[in-house]
């Protein structure tokens, strides 16, 4: 209400990002819609994103996913407006993390899942196994905190193991499937570095860390379940308005 138009607007999406699979596509469309916002209030056209304007447009977009998910740590909604390789702890606790290119794969499992379901599950998960929930959270918290370290250190091996061991403790709270536990023991046997879930689980994607040489092997292995590798690389500009 506070920027109402006379008119309403129309507003046509296009993309190729697959929908339901832990890639945030819902963060990256509330930026976006919020980016388109922000930029018809402005008037800044082709203009360079402001760090005010770029902090309005992340505000405004996790309003938009916490309408969607109910509960958002906000993770997706920055890295889609700021881009980088970041250490999310929160919007005034975020760190920046250089690194070198890292051998990022990912593998779409095709099985999509409801996010909100698997916050929902997580929470009771917290509540009914607090004493345990607590012991994940703080091996999580360490994990990333040694992954930082790892990725300035520029090793790949420990953080494929890293990944891995992330993984194990997602898998404990129950956001795993057979499926998904099939396709990291695949790539480990392969000779992948490391490979995890992404966003929320139950389905979705896994993230992989490999060397060249060994893309071909997982490959072929995967063939069976008809998927494959897909090579990625982590974004820096983050939002841009044309």
């Known amino acids: ?7 309403g607007l129309k507003i ?19 930026v976006m819609l919020s980016g388109i916002l ?13 760090s005010t304007d770029r902090k309005w447009i992340y ?6 996913e916490q309408m969607i998910h109910n509960k958002s740590s906000g993770v997706d909604c920055y890295v889609s407006t700021y881009g980088g390789l970041v250490h999310f702890v929160g919007f005034t606790e975020t760190t920046s993390i250089k690194s070198q290119p890292l051998p990022f794969f990912l593998i779409n499992t095709r099985r999509s899942h409801e996010t909100s379901e698997l916050v929902s599950h997580v929470r009771r998960f917290s509540r009914n ?6 012991e994940l959270t703080s091996d999580a918290t360490a994990i990333c ?13 420990e953080i494929g193991r890293l990944m891995t ?23 480990s046997r392969c000779g992948s570095l490391g490979a995890k879930i992404t966003g929320a689980g139950g389905g979705g994607s896994v993230l992989v860390l490999a060397r060249p040489e060994t893309i071909s092997a997982i490959n ?9 590798l897909e090579a990625i690389k982590i974004e820096d500009r983050g939002l841009t308005l044309d």
């Open 12 to 30: 046509y999406i296009k993309s190729e990002l697959p929908i339901g699979v832990g890639l945030g596509s819902s963060a990256a469309s509330c």
């Open 59 to 64: 505000e405004n977009a996790l309003y938009g």
């Open 220 to 228: 072929g292995a995967l063939k069976g379940l008809d998927l494959c």
């Open 38 to 50: 922000r930029s018809i209030i402005r008037l800044n056209h082709g203009e360079e994103i402001s």
């Open 165 to 187: 061991e992330n993984h194990k403790l997602l898998r404990e709270i129950g956001v795993s499937t057979k499926e998904i536990e099939k396709i990291i023991g695949i790539c």
């Open 129 to 134: 196994s607090s004493k345990r929930f607590e």
């Open 145 to 157: 905190s040694n992954g930082v370290k790892e990725m300035a250190n520029g090793s790949l091996e």
């Open 1 to 7: 209400r506070e920027y109402a138009l006379d008119v």
